[in-house]
């Protein structure tokens, strides 16, 4: 059973959100949810919403599902829009301050289906 989640146009960078990311690629999805709900990033909230989504898809997919033997095979983050302002600086000069934004792709995957995926000996 595979189930995929999107988030778009996220506020926050995509390297800030992939610290969080790599802590939760290839656990399962029950050990995931901890690691998300006791880390203190600020995406941790909306990375564990996502996973939530991705859980409830699965649901709706297949009917009922043992979430204890589904694990998260995909998760990565691409940017997104960079949101561009002005800050007024000295002598009459102005900077851009980029306001940047994720896109965010979080896959799970029953283990049995992993280990049809196998690979040719």
């Not at 802590?23 to 006791?38: D, H």
């Not at 909230?45 to 996502?50: E, F, N, R, T």
């Not at 694990?71 to 301050?97: E, L, N």
Request: hydrophobic content about 40%; overall charge positive.
């Amino acid at each position: 059973m595979e189930a995929v989640a999107r988030i778009r146009n996220l506020r926050g960078s995509a390297r800030k959100a992939r610290l969080i990311l790599d802590l939760i690629r290839g656990k399962s999805v029950p050990e995931a949810q901890q690691i998300l709900l006791f880390s203190k990033k600020r995406v941790a909230s909306d990375v564990a919403k996502l996973l939530n989504s991705a859980i409830a898809n699965a649901t709706m997919k297949e009917g009922k599902t043992n979430i204890d033997e589904m694990f998260v095979s995909k998760v990565y983050a691409d940017d997104g829009p960079i949101m561009r302002r002005h800050r007024p600086r000295a002598q009459g000069r102005a900077t851009i301050i980029r306001k940047r934004t994720c896109h965010i792709t979080l896959e799970i995957l029953s283990t049995e289906q992993e280990e049809s995926l196998g690979t040719k000996s």
